[in-house]
């Protein structure tokens, strides 16, 4: 392997990384802002809630599309194989 293939390896590594952790990591920074808002309003300063909330959003993220985040990550790691085959 030559560096050009190890560096678009890389950059499609670190892509894939984004396109799998960015969905959880936006909707628990929405959810964080808003129940931060909803504490200020309210005055109710309970860690927990944030919490929760925050766990309960990344599951269902999970749950609705987990299947999609699986086959990402194997068709990279399909990609890399390949590749790693092919320099042999």
Do not use: C, N
Not at 51 to 65: G, Q, W, Y
């Amino acid at each position: 392997m030559d560096t050009t293939v190890v560096t678009q390896v890389l950059r499609d590594g670190i892509w894939v990384v984004i396109k799998i952790g960015g969905p959880m990591l936006v909707l628990s920074m929405v959810v964080g802002v808003l129940i931060a808002i909803f504490q200020a309003v309210t005055q109710i300063h309970e860690q927990t809630l944030g919490f929760i909330m925050k766990m309960s959003v990344i599951i269902l993220t999970l749950l609705v599309a987990g299947g999609w985040m699986g086959e990402t990550v194997l068709d990279y790691a399909k990609e890399v194989f390949s590749l790693m085959a092919a320099t042999r």
